[in-house]
């Protein structure tokens, strides 16, 4: 199995950029597709992005879509999230996530089987 750690959060203000980091260990990340997720307090795990396993596909949410792109460095085992024009509405705590489905991008959370311990991101207004 795959472990997988997020970095990059931090508070930044509205209109600014951040670029998530999500390291795999254990077993190599090109096994696997890749997606990012968002939670904001008293709200559910909501989809982000994600991307396939050698990065030719990649899909994100209506929300996000000209804003954030998704990418990742098979060999260097890791996968991103570009972040740019940053809304208060972002803030959240961002998880990568791993799945060993194929087919088109999953969206769902429970599509998913491994994941991250999660990195915070505030933007400030």
């Known amino acids: 199995q795959v472990q997988l750690v997020e970095s990059g959060g931090r508070l930044v203000q509205a209109g600014g950029s951040l670029r998530l980091s999500c390291a795999a260990s254990?077993?190599?990340?090109?096994?696997?597709?890749m997606g990012w997720f968002r939670q904001a307090p008293g709200n559910a795990r909501e989809f982000v992005a994600a991307?396939?396993?050698?990065?030719?596909?990649?899909s994100h949410a209506d929300s996000v879509k000209g804003r954030f792109t998704t990418s990742r460095d098979n060999p260097k085992n890791t996968v991103y999230l570009q972040m740019n024009s940053l809304k208060p509405e972002d803030t959240a705590v961002y998880y990568c996530?791993?799945?060993?489905?194929?087919?088109?991008?999953?969206?769902?959370?429970?599509?998913?089987?491994?994941w991250g311990q999660g990195t915070q991101v505030t933007v400030s207004s």
């Open positions: 996530a791993a799945t060993t489905m194929w087919g088109t991008p999953r969206t769902s959370p429970t599509e998913y089987n491994y």
């Open positions: 254990g077993r190599t990340v090109s096994s696997y597709a």
């Open positions: 991307i396939s396993r050698n990065g030719g596909i990649t």
